[in-house]
């Protein structure tokens, strides 16, 4: 019973009385209480709006170069909007789009399956988000600057993006941005992986934990490990660009060579970043919508593990064209094959799910089948690529990009799509409309393969990536206008279905508690989930632990009763203070970065000694963060109580969340 | 777990209020740690390969560096790292009055190092003339133990700030995890140090 109370909450006996605080606030609804939030749940759904209003921008930008190379010679876009359009929409669909919305989906679903009322470090939470949003601003400001946005390719290769080749602002605001994207994916990831180990109710044993956070678990690790490799490489070349070091300059010693390896050390890290959280949320759909449990699940679990361990043993493979020599293309070849064997054990186990399965095919269903299906493809194109030899024809061509986006749309991107739509009635309480739900489903199926099945054959005939535009005989032209037809009903897709979730967030049918008959311990909660999450601590007594508590429910709801008076007998249902000072510390690294990346290196005739407006600004910055971090930690981690009545609602005067009330 | 529990009773390696019985704190910074030994280990990957290829009319590493001055804060370092240890085991006994001395001890060792540093690189750019823009040593160099001296830096504002914050009267016994986080850190730092001690200085002497 220990172990249901939060160790931060424990009342601090006399000194809680006399809190070093300046400011509590306490709005719980209204512009300040979002700014201010530190509920898992909150900052799960802003990492989500954030996410789709990124898919707006980075499909327009898609739409922008299917436009452009529909017909040969075409002249929409000159050739160096291209290089924008494709370097910010790989950049945004990476960065801001799939790691959002999987760090939406882990922020809202994972604490909630382990049977938690908030993640460990729940303003380190809040923390996370805003500095996710301000990297997001920084490596978008070059849109509404004469500098102009990024144009150097996702993968930013060393030597183009040093000062010689690129000396505009551009790549300081890329550069800058995706440090500050890496800083907040690690400290989300860290709160991640201490939540799971330590915030699990009792009875959550590891080999109970539902698929997701499992899933959610490995690539925390992945994120934490991978992510500094990026940002050495980021911080080195900001160093070649801010202060003329020669770590990518070569005619002092420099190997551009090095940005390649540190990028894919942490590159091939991150494409299983993107997949693992889809992974994860197929094995919750499947089992739920064949009414059987997983298949496998320890080999699921394990197969997980050993494709994030065998994904940092394999970085090479994007360079088997750099010259690496026989043996190491050799065995990076193989161990890039050897991943192929734990992902197709995945594979036959979610089959394994189906078969025999009373199959509902409903809209998440669709979603997670095609997923299944899509990504299959994207994974046999991606052993071809395991073999050197053929890599060496496949590089740089359309067939990467065929691959690539099977793996990331028909892979992640549909599983976060069938994800949205399946948990949508726990988030909203509301449900979306079946019709709608599937024709989107149909629409973004069918637009996605007409888009990037032709891309196959166009690269095996050599179309070449990235490059603006090409004449009309070299054979690509009804491939490539079939891909832009399919494009614009991708498109078309995906603007059903978002017009459908907001619909339905606002006027769609009210839905009872656990509308799938799930199997998971968050659908045991009424929606939308209340404040606080859980009543009582649930004890979790099987691997499915909803599914067990729906066939008990005599001993469930009296070990409820017991928990719940436990928990009174501690003062009540601890929730955490919100707090002002994580949102505070973004907004100085925000102005930080602008300092950095964004204000001119001054004249030296106006401003002849170390202060200029560029060291002005980022060190004004600083102290915004420094000062918000020292506040952040005087004023504590305390809470406060709360008391709920029969109906769950929480009862009078607890609601304003007064020190009064816990201690 | 009632706040009115005799002091005697806290164990200071069991929290339980969470699954593992290991403080939330702990597993933070064991994991961020781990994160940290990445971003050092392609820094002096960097280095490592770097090395292996001087541009010719560089200076070379043995022309500059000055190993007993380096191996002198390297000592003082380590000693930091005593105290450090002894200041995390006086608050685990509630004695506050050594752990201050401790802690002070501690951040005065950090200030010795960061000192040396200081006019380390100072006699290397005014005197040796090796800077971070004229050749690859000095960028690999600065930027290696630059950041290393950041680390150090954060580390003793950390120290400082944990210092003051025990005059406030909050930090008692059952705070022992925020100074013992703390002190993780502390002797990873120096931990890193060692590395970068073989790495970049002994090895130039093999």
Known sequence: MEAIAKSDFVPKGEQAAKPLVLWRPMAKAGVLSWLTTVDHKRIGFLYGISGLFFLLVGGVEALLIRVQLAVPNNTFLTSAQYSEMFTMHGTTMIFLVVMPIGAAFFNF???????ARDVAFPRLNAFSFWTFLVGAIIVNLGWFMKAGAPDAGWVGYTPLTTRTFTPTHAIDMWVMGLQLLGVASIAAALNFIVTIINLRAPGMTMMRLPVFTWMTLFTSFLIILSFPAITIALIELMMDRLFGTNFFEVSNGGLPILWQHLFW???????????????????????TFSRKPLFGYPIVVFSGASIGLLGFGVWSHHMFTSGLGTVATAAFALMTMAIAVPTGVKIFNWIGTLWGGHLSMRTPMMFALGFLWMFMIGGFSGVMHAAAPADLQQHG???IVAHFH????????????AGIQYWFPLMFGRRVSEFWGKMSFWLVFIGFNATFFPM??????????????YDGNMGWNLGNLISSVGAFILAAGVGVYLVTIVYTYFRGARTTRDPWDARTLEWSLQNPVPEYNFRAIPTVHARDGWWYEKRHSAEIEREAGEHAKAEDAHGGIHMPFQSIYPFLASVGILVGAIGTAVVDRADPALYPGFWGPKIAVTLAGGAIMFVSVVLWSLEGCEGYHIHLNDDGSVKGDDARGGYAAGH | MSSDAPAATIDHHFDPTTSTGIPNKKILMWAFLASDCMFFGCLISTHLIYRLHPPPGTLAPRQVFSIELTSFSTFILLMSSLMMALAVNAIQKGNLKSMRWSLLTTIFFGCIFLGCQVYEFRNFVFEKHLTITNSILGSTFFTLTGTHGLHVLVGVIWLTGMLLYSFTGRLTERQAIDV????????FV?????????????????
Do not use: K
């Not at chain 1, 679903?109 to 049977?115: A, D, K």
């Open chain 1, 109 to 115: 679903v994972m604490p909630l399956q382990i049977g």
């Open chain 1, 265 to 287: 050390i942490f590159g091939h890290p991150e494409v299983y970043i993107l997949i693992l959280p889809a992974m994860g949320i197929i094995s919750e759909i499947l089992p």
């Open chain 1, 397 to 399: 061509s359309y067939f």
């Open chain 1, 406 to 417: 099977y793996v990331l749309i028909g892979g992640s991107l549909f599983a976060l799509l």
């Open chain 1, 456 to 469: 196959h054959f166009l690269g095996l005939e050599g179309m070449p990536r990235r490059t603006y535009t």
């Open chain 2, 180 to 187: 013992e986080s703390m002190g993780l850190y502390w002797h």
């Open chain 2, 190 to 206: 120096d931990i890193v140090w060692i590395v970068i001690f073989t790495a970049v200085y002994l090895l130039e002497y093999i």
